[in-house]
């Protein structure tokens, strides 16, 4: 498998998150749950990224998997 991830959304994706909840973050993109690990990374080099919200908010994930501040999204897919 490669080790360039797959682009799940050339977009953001908004997720409502919970202050003081661990969220596991999908780097490989094969997610079914973007932007939410499945466990689809299974057999790749690739491994969840764990973050824990600090406060009740939206946030917005990066869905291109080529962001430079991950989990969060910087803009990478306008570039793609």
């Known amino acids: 498998m490669s080790d360039e991830p797959v ?3 050339k977009s953001a994706v908004a997720l409502d998150v919970a202050a003081g909840e ?4 999908c780097t ?4 079914a749950t973007q932007p ?3 466990g689809s990374h299974s057999g790749t080099s690739f491994a969840p990224q764990a973050f ?6 939206t946030v917005y994930l ?3 998997k ?5 989990p ?4 990478s897919h306008n570039k793609l």
């Open 7 to 9: 682009i799940a959304s």
């Open 22 to 25: 661990t969220y596991y973050y």
């Open 28 to 31: 490989c993109g094969r997610s």
């Open 36 to 38: 939410l690990c499945d």
């Open 52 to 57: 824990t919200a600090e406060k009740t908010e």
């Open 62 to 64: 990066c869905g291109c």
């Open 66 to 70: 080529h962001t430079k501040t991950a």
């Open 72 to 75: 969060v999204c910087d803009g």
